[in-house]
């Protein structure tokens, strides 16, 4: 699976983004896909995840309430919405692929990666 993220940008705190994620490959739909991000000076972490089918999803407490992780298998897309946003949620933005039927939060669980989109919240 090749994944394209796009979307990021630079928003004032309290701003709404909308991160994209083109995936494409065999068997896009049967994966979970992903959000991750990495902030400088900071280990990768997890965002947000939906299955498969996108009837399950979840969101990092940091998260909670101000994201929401859609997909949209008709296009091969996922979507993160981020709203409410913060200077803490700077940082590099990764879309990933994981050949799994659940929800997976750990990076050594996806098998593909996309090459990052930076959003640059400013206070």
């Known amino acids: 699976v090749q994944l394209q993220a796009s979307g990021g940008g630079l928003v004032q705190s309290g701003g709404s983004l909308r991160l994209s994620c083109a995936a494409s490959?065999?068997?896009?739909?049967?994966?979970?896909l992903g959000w991750f991000r990495q902030a400088p000076g900071k280990e990768r972490e997890f965002v947000a995840v939906?299955?498969?089918?996108?009837?399950?999803?979840d969101v990092a407490d940091s998260a909670k309430g101000r994201f929401t992780i859609s997909r949209d298998n008709a296009l091969n897309t996922v979507y993160l919405q981020m709203n409410s946003l913060k200077p803490e949620d700077t940082a590099v933005y990764y879309c990933?692929?994981?050949?799994?039927?659940?929800?997976?939060?750990?990076?050594?669980?996806?098998?593909?990666w996309g090459q990052g989109t930076l959003v640059t919240v400013s206070s």
């Open positions: 490959g065999r068997y896009v739909s049967s994966y979970a």
């Open positions: 939906v299955n498969w089918s996108g009837g399950i999803t």
């Open positions: 990933a692929a994981a050949g799994n039927p659940g929800t997976p939060h750990f990076e050594y669980e996806y098998d593909s």
